[in-house]
């Protein structure tokens, strides 16, 4: 990433559009701790937060999804929701209690799996899950962690349309409240919900805007279809 | 509920066995087998559970053993008492040593425990005033209220109590929120990290939990044996219980006391046998390729399997394991 200086205004969904490679899941690393910035700095509702770690980020209100799908393969869904809900706690520390204790947590996460639309199974393990309910999953982990900033990367890839509408919806729902900001590939969906378009290429930002304007920026379609001498 | 009557069928069972054991077995080697088996399961806790192979857990088993031998000896502490400090001494020396050796991950952590130990092995050597060096801390006494609990049979019923208070307390611990978490970063860390667990301290917590249980183990070995020798603290102490720990299945936790059984019974067997007596390596070496090789998860997810095809096929479900069974990478 280079001289990437990116402002992300509270309460708005904006977008990190641009073609592969141009760094979007980077920026998302280097937002919430996986990666450290080599050099500039990182500001979290108004602090400093450079160099913190991913825990510790997530503490502070940042909830981040992840591109290729990341659960805990053997256990039950309510059980990550459970997990996550837990995660603001220090009730994980408790190796002297009983697991009943996690009981406490059953009703909020049930609550969550409503949410996005999973309740019904939330006694399966994800291991033979689909892959549209696997990101509804991701979802319901995110919001779990009640952030102030919600990272989605590519929140509805592979998703079938039917499932693309219902994130869609979802989004807006949870929006309320909170900084969104998705990587995504599907225009509709960017269209839809984004106020704010950022369009990356090779670590850059490149064009930021309103949707209907920076799809019709020289740069970004220069982008998209790519140049002759690029 | 089947699931509970499973459950006090087996305590019931685990419990005759435990007081029938030394009639069967001379009673040093029953004691071995239990202690080594709780020595097994604290490998398990770190291995099986929490993903992280720790080659220098004689370390704990070690230190635990002379503070143990120490307390009871000079101090002239009853012998629960002497257990204890063996406890808190492992605890308090897991703390540095495992927070440096968790800031590597896999056969690099593995390496760095093991080097911690190899230390910790010469140092004992060295400081002769305090640990006997190559002569061992001789003439442990074991004492309880001013009864002294000399024949070995005694001490088998008196240290009994002890080493089941350790297994409950393993089990806790699996079966504990801690316990939840630490599965979550064996099975993936990052993700554990992105929802705001912070996965340094508590694996160093489990780190810690393992040396503690490792060190109760050594402690009742050091008071059982009446005597610890460098023995305690050699490499090969932490590759022995390693190989209990996976013969008798990781992530099992009881899998480590069969794992511990089969070794020792074996071990025991070839030492008395007189046409095997002088290549023991070979034989063991032998067996332990052929459980590996046939029973890939360990002897004790195979035998409950077993134990499962005699129960109705609507009871099974009982037997399934609590946790999965970790995949080592």
Request: aromatic share 8%.
């Amino acid at each position: 990433m280079n001289n990437v200086d990116l402002r992300l205004e509270e309460g708005v969904v904006h977008a990190l559009v641009g073609p592969n490679g141009a760094g979007k899941t980077t920026l998302f690393n280097l937002l919430t701790g996986f990666f450290a910035p080599s050099s500039g700095r990182l500001l979290l509702f108004g602090e400093d937060a450079t160099g913190l770690r991913p825990d510790q980020i997530a503490k502070r209100g940042v909830a981040r999804s992840f591109q290729i799908t990341s659960l805990f393969e053997h256990l039950r869904v309510i059980e990550h929701v459970v997990l996550a809900l837990q995660a603001r706690t220090d009730h994980g520390y408790r190796f002297w209690q009983a697991d009943a204790s996690l009981r406490r947590f059953d009703a909020r996460a049930r609550e969550l799996l409503a949410e996005v639309g999973l309740e019904p199974l939330a006694d399966r393990t994800v291991q033979h899950l689909p892959y549209g309910q696997k990101r509804a999953l991701e979802l319901a982990l995110a919001l779990a962690i009640e952030p102030r900033l919600l990272l989605l990367d590519e929140p509805t890839a592979g998703m079938s349309a039917a499932d693309v509408q219902r994130t869609i919806e979802l989004v807006a729902r949870v929006r309320a409240g909170r900084t969104v900001v998705l990587v995504e590939h599907n225009m509709g969906v960017v269209g839809e919900l984004a106020a704010n378009v950022v369009v990356l290429q090779q670590g850059a930002i490149i064009a930021e805007g309103r949707y209907a304007d920076v799809r019709h920026d020289p740069a970004v379609v220069a982008a998209y279809l790519g140049q002759v001498d690029a | 509920m089947s699931l509970r009557r499973g459950q006090v069928a087996f305590a019931a069972a685990a419990i005759a066995v435990a007081l029938g054991l030394p009639r069967v077995l001379y009673p040093v080697l029953a004691l071995d087998i239990l202690v080594w088996g709780l020595f097994a399961m604290s490998i398990d806790l770190l291995l099986g559970f929490g993903g992280l192979l720790s080659f220098g857990h004689a370390a704990y088993w070690g230190v635990a053993g002379y503070a143990a031998g120490l307390v009871a000896r000079d101090a002239g502490m009853p012998f629960p008492f002497a257990a204890l400090a063996g406890v808190v001494a492992s605890a308090a020396l897991a703390f540095p040593l495992g927070y440096l050796s968790l800031r590597r991950t896999g056969i690099y952590f593995a390496m760095v425990t093991l080097a911690f130990a190899q230390m910790l092995f010469y140092v004992a050597n060295e400081a002769r005033p305090l640990t006997g060096g190559e002569n061992g801390l001789q003439g442990i006494p074991r004492t309880l209220g001013g009864l002294a609990l000399g024949p070995s049979l005694s001490f088998y019923y008196a240290a009994l109590p002890l080493v089941v208070v350790g297994y409950l307390a393993a089990y806790r611990i699996v079966h504990s929120p801690f316990g939840h978490v630490l599965v979550s970063i064996r099975d993936n860390e990052a993700r554990a990290r992105a929802l705001g667990y912070d996965t340094a301290r508590y694996k160093l917590v489990a780190f810690v939990l393992s040396a503690a249980l490792a060190g109760l183990a050594g402690s009742i070995e050091a008071l059982s044996q009446r005597f610890v020798s460098l023995d305690f603290l050699h490499w090969s102490t932490s590759g022995q219980v390693v190989l209990m720990a996976v013969l008798g299945g990781l992530g099992t936790l009881w899998g480590g006391i069969l794992g511990a059984a089969v070794f020792l019974l074996l071990r025991d067997f070839l030492s008395t046998s007189d046409v095997l007596r002088d290549a023991p390596g070979v034989v063991t070496g032998l067996v332990f390729i052929v459980i590996v090789l046939g029973l890939r998860r360990g002897l004790w997810p195979t035998l409950r399997n077993g134990a499962g095809r005699l129960l109705p096929r609507s009871r099974r479900a009982a037997l399934e394991p609590q946790v999965p069974e970790p995949e080592i990478r």
